[in-house]
């Protein structure tokens, strides 16, 4: 295959990356206008979902008939609740790259649900990933090197969900690719729907703020924007290797991290750094594994 070929596949993902390691921001935005990032989520895959059922219809029978693939809702939607709220509450820096220990889960869940074979190179990948995570974790006054902040531990628990959300894609790869899809859509909206409505019957999450332009507008652009994204990384990783996917994916971290330090959403540190250089390395290394090129084998975005 040519340069140019390759070209368009790469920048689909690369657009994909980058997306979603600025998308703190936009969510900020709507915070401060009175819109929680739980139900920011829930509205914006709640559009998505809207446009693959009147798109493609027969796409909820297929779901309906595959129980498995409710268990991809459920990752799919932790996985996107945990990293929007947490990217907008805490340090973005620190969020990221706890989100990205997913090689850490990854290898784990593979074993324990795919019955692969734990690797010399997996198991570096494991231990890459805790050293970068403890690093990253480990208080400066001392002690363990355990969450600090909710927003700490909605970073690893989005790191969890997103190695089972890859991982429930690579086992149900013989499911119709739209009923994947559609699957993590509804859950972007079902789990953050749910868990804004729990946590608000306990004043922990304040309703929707009263209709008005500014808000909606926004939540409507930045549902656009992911489902173009999602577009872009569907282009992208169905004509790329899933070695060159996983590692152009990584790119978020460096979109993140730039963008966070240059707006003041995070900051850069020596143990922060280090750890980050371990994380990052762990994810780099799953470029090495040879893998069938299918949905599962990237980074199969936060957003579905």
Known sequence: MSARPLLWPVLGLVFNAFTWGVSWWPFRRLEAMGLHPLWATALIYLLAVVFISLWRPASWPQLLRAPALWVLVLASGTTNAA???????????????LFYTMPLWAVLLARLLLHERLSVLAAVRVALALAGAAVVLWPAEGGLPLPRSLAEALGLLGGFAFALNNVMLRREAHRPELARALAMFLGGALVSATLALLLGGRGLVSLPPAPQAAWMLGALGLGALFLLS???????????????????????????????????????????????LLIVAAALLSALERQAPIMGDAPADPSP
């Open 83 to 97: 990293f929007n709220w947490g990217v907008t509450i805490g340090d973005v820096v620190r969020v990221v790259l």
């Open 230 to 276: 999602n577009l872009a990384l569907q282009y992208g990783a169905a004509r790329l290797s899933a070695n060159v996917t996983a590692v152009v994916m990584v790119t978020e971290v460096l979109f993140a991290s730039v963008s966070a330090v240059a707006l003041g959403a995070g900051r850069l540190s020596t143990s922060l750094v280090v750890g980050g």
